[in-house]
């Protein structure tokens, strides 16, 4: 209790004590306060990621549309000559159609020597 005030002592030690009780009070007030904004921010965040999610799609289905539009509009001759250049200089490509064709004669001698030695394990491996 204060003493030698000319207020009441009752009034000083409520007014103390209410002054005591917000300055207690004030560093959990602005916690709560920083995790609400906190909370607010990741939410909106989550609402921009969504919504930029959903745009991209858009995006991507009109991309998609046009290469497909492009891609039938293409003549046939020109997409074979483009091919046809494309796969001229390629080591790898030559490579693997070289590949393709020895796999396709081994598959054919083995099919022809099957035919000879059994007729009718031909026919089931057919």
Do not use: C, F, R
């Not at 609402?47 to 290469?67: E, L, Y």
């Not at 490509?93 to 054919?108: F, M, P, R, W």
């Amino acid at each position: 209790m204060a003493s030698d005030t000319p207020v009441n002592s009752q009034i000083t030690d409520a007014v103390t004590q209410s002054n005591l009780t917000v300055l207690g009070g004030a560093p959990a007030q602005s916690l709560a306060t920083v995790y609400q904004v906190m909370a607010q921010t990741v939410g909106a965040s989550m609402q921009n990621a969504v919504s930029n999610q959903q745009s991209m799609n858009t995006i991507d289905n009109a991309i998609v549309s046009q290469g497909i539009a492009m891609l039938y509009s293409i003549d046939s001759s020109v997409d074979a000559k483009v091919s046809n250049e494309i796969l001229s200089g390629n080591v790898n490509a030559e490579i693997v159609s070289t590949l393709q064709a020895i796999v396709t004669d081994l598959k054919n001698a083995q099919a022809k020597a099957s035919k000879g030695s059994n007729p009718q394990e031909a026919q089931t491996t057919n």
